[in-house]
């Protein structure tokens, strides 16, 4: 019950603000969305204690039917077991901080309709707690759609700006490439199993592994391929390499949007997905390899991008779309534990830097090129010291929480002991490096050196309201803790009791056994090459600064290849984007209007022509008409004679 | 005699025109004669409606024949009767149209302005038209009330459509006629085989298997012109763009189902054969017909055109679940049809909107909307969310359902008929954003108004529909359900049978 109050609460707000926003004002919304969301967070957190305590049991609440059509049976219902609890607590805590820090940071918007953000804000809350505590895979696809939505409405929320509305739209667009991935899984998941209901499939398991897929050409195993495609789906959302283009570009969305939405919450749904159908996916080797080696390929790739960008929002996002790779090598690995576990530890610490960024922001009067930045540490203390917080925590320094995940994660692609698991293991601790010296890179720039910005913008630097920096606090324990308070449970000796049935593994599946007894320079690689990391950024940006720019003028080609996102823009533009313009074109004007139209309109004008020309037979003369009969009658006389006797 | 006690269908089905000759006896200066029209044309489609309701409480959803039938003789010598009757396939047609009806009435409330009069009269036939249709059980009966259909529809385009409204008409007509003919001859076929127009007996009538393929041949170019399929789509767009906004309405949300159902109340029951083996056919001009109007929609500059596009592909997408011939297919091919209906329905009500304020449907001329009219930017991105399929609307469930299906017949119809779901996100978000996102550049959108009351009166039956349909779609495919699953028991019979036959011959 509590439960459910915590997912419905938002909903509730989210309708209120919407609808009545306009007329019950700004305060009022904001009160109402807020209050719904603490009421949701309070439930959520019980529920949470009341099923790990072992007060309550891990359930099914049945809402009604949904679709049905024949052997196709979908109900509302919600799953109420560790995996969904967890996620619900997490999302409804951190949703509930980011409605807090909005009330200051959205206080100057120039645009006069903030009932309206907040309504959407708890939309997306309200959408994403449905994807998590779905109990079918159609409830998961409503509330992974609804995030989408969301998402849409908050990145285009500044609406009037072209760069917003573009952005909105390629985020929604680029996931619906992967959302086509993941509907065609759940009609596979039906075709295999009959059913999408999660405790029907995952209780089937064992009796369709050799079920198999025609396609392509070839046979394959029904799990291989439904493992492939639902991870196509999970490629658009959690921005994986090929999809991750939206991610950077809505960037153009208010701040707390990027916190909630693009570090928090929904990126880490295509995580969720593979963690939640692990039952199945532990069954597809195949599946699982290609999952590792796209979430390795990820980390390496946008952390090399991170290290080059100059806007402090999209330097975060591409750390975001980084860190999602780790977890995708965590659940290719079988470690669907340790990717959970470093969602969560991750949620904390990356909404942390993404509220810090928008402190920064808001103190700068809205500049985010960090190029005009620096010497700004002594003005705001408290907000930099949070992003010191956040950095230790994402640069996996001893006891903040990313040590405990991030390192468990390249322990266990180690661990695995195949060919794809020590690329995973290779590229996440290059990763690694590269992640100590962007998060370094962003600290230095952002607040040391000598003040770029203008004389105007460096007298308004002030620290945050106490209504932004209150949330900072908060995320900053969940930060510090969250690590070292959830390891014994979610990865360590007490992972069966902690997870119940909600992550069921394969009886060869040992890897969070075997990450124990990895060789000692594994376990210190990350630790040693985060430190490395740090100090290369010192030496590149405060010690000898003149290094980044002799680098870049050294290997141009490298910079501007990095610098323009290995060029993933460009090429999409060239190979789908301007082809498909011109395509669209060429149907319409020469299939449409020139070919199928002009079959009908051509025998129109023939018959009008044609019809003129006999007109001018009729001229009215007698002589005329007798000798067209006459002609007539020989003709029949012939016909008659020849043809008919 | 039936399950309401009293001839329904035919009140239903009748009725309407009874108003229409009310409305042609109403005399007095022209103010008054547009009042007076206005109103009891609204009045009697709001009677015919709530008679129509009856349909929703008593039908029973557990009998998968016909309900309600009334019966009257006709023409006994040639087997042909007077008989009307509902199934779980077409009685919620019957009740999309009395439903559209009204709303259409109410929208073209102050957009009309001249021969008011001829006008509602004209919407009033069309009702008859279309309850008649849906509502037919014998071929003839159906087949005049198919072809009536044409007659207000012309007109309406014809005289109070856009600048180019002849030549729309014109082609409308031209096009539907031609492929009817062809179905007048199948039906002529039909009738010497069997000696009867009567429905249920054509639906237990074995055809040998070349006169199915052949009567197949002759539906398709009827139905394929009026769903519309692709290559003979082109008349929809002109149709559209030419037609008043209320036509509009009725053309995508009930004109185009006809194709569709008559593809499901004659082409796949009764000529088993004939759909399993050209179903290859079909489906291939339905993926093409989602991928090339898609494409094409994408690349349009006028709103209504744009839509009419958007409607050829998701068309598409019910011929392709028709077509896969199994419960999923054909009841995600259903609520596709109504759905469309629906949200296609209030997409052309939205370009209505801003039209009747404007005076231009060129999308270039638009642009942040959202400023000045935001329950209009709200409405707005419901239908277009809805069209885009998104889950909670109509749009997802009969989209889905069709994947499902889609499914079972082979991967690459599913993927390539689900390409709809990028394509459709494309063109209706690049829709939104031109007219909706954006700064308002213009004095005449600076001064725009929001939706008037009865604007909301208008639209809110219609999203009240979408997202009952799209939360609770189950109360909507119940009443299907048992139709379907004979449907298609009775298509596996049929050709296991032949499978039989053909085995035993050769021995």
Known sequence: MLFAVAIFAPLLGSAIAGLFGKAIGDRAAMAVTILCMLLASGCGVSAFIELESGDTTAGVISLGTWVEAGTFHVDWALRYDALSAVMVAMVTCVATLIHIYSIGYMAHDENHTIWRFFSYLSLFSFAMLMLVSADNLLQLFFGWEGVGLASYLLIGYWYYRPSAGAAAMKAFIVNRVGDLGFALGIALVFFTFGSIDFSTVFGAVGQHQDAAYHVLGHTYRAYEVIGILLFIGAMGKSAQIGLHVWLPDAMEGPTPVSALIHAATMVTAGVFLMARFSPVLDYAPGALGFVTFIGATTALFAATVGCTQTDIKRVIAYSTCSQLGYMFVAAGVGAYQASIFHLLTHAFFKALLFLTAGSVIHAMSDEQDMRKMGGIWRLIPLTYTMMWVGNLALGGIPFFSGYYSKDAIIEAAWASCSLVGHYGFWCTVIAAFLTAFYSWRLIILTFHGAPRADHHTMEHVHESPAVMTVPLLLLAVGAVFAGWAFHDQMIGPDWKAFWGDAIQIAASNHVLHDMEDVPGWVSLTPLVVGLAGIATAYVFYMFVPGIPGALAAAFPWAYRFLLNKWYFDELYAAVIIRPVQYLAQGLWQIGDVTIIDGIPNGIAALTEDGSSQVVKIQNGSIAVYAFAMLIGLVLLVSIFLLFLR | ?507
């Not at chain 2, 008054?32 to 044309?41: F, K, L």
């Not at chain 2, 012109?225 to 037609?243: C, I, N, S």
């Not at chain 2, 219609?462 to 939360?471: A, D, H, N, Q």
């Open chain 2, 1 to 507: 005699m039936n399950a309401a006690g009293f001839p329904l269908l035919s009140l239903i089905t009748w009725l309407p025109l009874l108003g229409g000759l009310i409305i042609m006896y109403v005399r007095g200066d022209e103010a008054t004669v547009a009042s007076n029209a206005r109103w009891a044309a609204l009045w009697t489609s709001l009677i015919v409606f709530v008679l129509s309701l009856v349909l929703w409480v008593r039908f029973d959803p557990a009998d998968p024949g016909f309900q309600f039938i009334e019966q009257a003789s006709w023409l006994p010598q040639w087997g042909i009767t007077y008989k009307l009757g509902v199934d779980g396939i077409s009685v919620l047609f019957v009740l999309l149209s009395t439903a559209l009806t009204p709303i259409c009435i109410l929208a073209s409330w102050e957009a009309i302005k001249t021969r008011v009069r001829e006008y509602m009269l004209a919407f009033l036939i069309l009702e008859t038209m279309m309850v008649g249709m849906f509502a037919a059980m014998d071929f003839v009966v159906f087949y005049m009330f198919f072809e009536g259909v044409l007659i207000p529809m012309y007109l309406i385009i014809g005289i109070w459509g856009g600048p180019r409204r002849v030549y729309a008409a014109m082609k409308f007509f031209l096009f539907t006629l031609a492929g009817s003919v062809l179905m007048l001859l199948a039906l002529l076929a039909m009738w010497n085989f069997a000696g009867t127009t009567d429905i249920p007996t054509l639906l237990h009538t074995q055809f040998p298997a070349s006169m199915q393929t052949w009567l197949f041949l002759a539906f398709l170019a009827s139905f394929a012109v009026k769903v519309p399929m692709w290559p003979v789509h082109t008349w929809l767009p002109d149709a559209h763009v030419e037609a008043p906004t209320a036509g509009s309405v009725i053309l995508a949300g009930v004109l185009l189902k006809m194709g569709a159902y008559g593809f499901l109340r004659f082409s796949v029951p009764m000529l088993p054969l004939a759909s399993a083996h050209l179903a290859p056919l079909m489906f291939a001009l339905s993926v093409v017909a989602v991928i090339y109007t898609s494409l094409v929609a994408l690349a349009q500059t006028d709103m209504k055109k744009l839509i009419a596009y958007s409607s050829v592909a998701h068309m598409g997408v019910v011929t392709i679940g028709i077509f896969t011939i199994n419960v999923q297919g054909i009841s995600g091919a259903m609520f596709q049809m109504l759905s469309h209906g629906i949200v296609s329905g209030a997409l052309f009500l939205c370009v209505g909107v801003v039209y009747d304020r404007i005076h231009t449907r060129d999308i270039a001329r638009y642009g942040g909307l959202a400023d000045r009219m935001p329950a209009y930017a709200l409405l707005f991105m419901l239908f277009a969310m809805a069209s885009i399929g998104l889950p909670g609307t109509s749009g997802f469930v009969g989209e889905f359902l069709v994947l499902v299906g889609a499914f079972q017949v082979n991967f690459w119809l599913a993927l390539l008929g689900s390409l709809g779901m990028i394509l459709g996100a494309a063109y209706m978000l690049w829709l939104y954003r031109r007219i909706i996102f954006g700064r308002i550049t213009r004095d005449d959108l600076r001064a725009i108004l929001d939706l008037s009351p009865r604007e909301m009166a208008v639209f809110a039956p219609l999203v009240v529909l979408t997202l009952w349909m799209g939360i609770y779609p189950s109360s909507f495919s119940v009443f299907w359900d048992a139709t379907v699953s004979t449907m298609v028991e009775h298509h596996q019979a049929a050709l296991a049978a032949t499978v039989k036959l053909a085995t035993v011959i050769p021995q």
